[in-house]
């Protein structure tokens, strides 16, 4: 695995009625990239943001776009968000299109694939596509809406993931594991000792009194955990 600790806040938690502040105070606060949330309404049962979002925060930010497209059809717009400039862009494994194809297609022109599964989703979800993605996003909600709980019984597939990209040589041993949905600083403790070194947080970040310190605390919770999670 690639083992650098990154934190994402995830500008879904952020002020729609300032999102380029909020995109900025993001940044201020230490993150390493931002994460943006892009739904359609069918995939998920809520509509979010779209290409024009993702273009003003390339334009305001120094930091990468980490895009998660909760899209039935991600290959109808995945052109769209690389012209905006994401960095990295995500999809499901569960979207109802060519996986394999649309994470081609991502690679080709030159932006990091990243493929995420649901918390029902099985680890075998991903073998068709090893070698095809660079990141894997666990998620630990179920996606649509920022604020829930975390999903503890998603752990044990951080943990089957992580020990396989480990155990991999070549295409499965690059991979980094992200987690997505209820992280605060107890929730990362547990999601990065089973593996993740990539971590989305929106609610715990944005509505912490003071967002660099939050981050940075999160920071640290979360290497120490990783640690561990490598030495296991
Ligand atoms: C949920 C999104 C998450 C969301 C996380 O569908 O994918 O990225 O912003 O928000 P919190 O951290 O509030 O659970
Ligand atoms: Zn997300």
Known sequence: MKQKVAILPSLLAGNFGRLEESALKAQAAGGDALHLDI?????????????DVVRMAHSCLRIPLSVHLMLTRPDYLVDAFI????????????AQCDVA????RI??????PGLALNPETPAAALD???????EVLCMTVHPGFGGQAF???????????????????GEESVVDLGVDGGIDLETVKQAAGAGANIIIAGSSLFKAAD??????AMRTAAEQSWTVA???
């Open 151 to 169: 999903m503890p019984e998603v752990l044990p597939k951080l943990s089957e993931i992580f020990t396989r990209a480990r155990q991999g040589r």
């Open 83 to 94: 012209e905006a400039g994401s960095a990295t862009l995500l999809i499901h494994a569960e």
């Open 39 to 51: 739904m359609d309404g069918h995939f998920v049962p809520n509509l979010t943001m779209g290409p």
């Open 101 to 104: 194809k649309t994470l081609r």
């Open 230 to 232: 490598d030495d296991s």
């Open 107 to 112: 690679r080709e022109k030159g932006i990091r």
């Open 128 to 134: 068709p596509y090893w070698g095809a993605f660079d």
């Open 211 to 216: 967002m660099s310190q939050a981050l940075a």
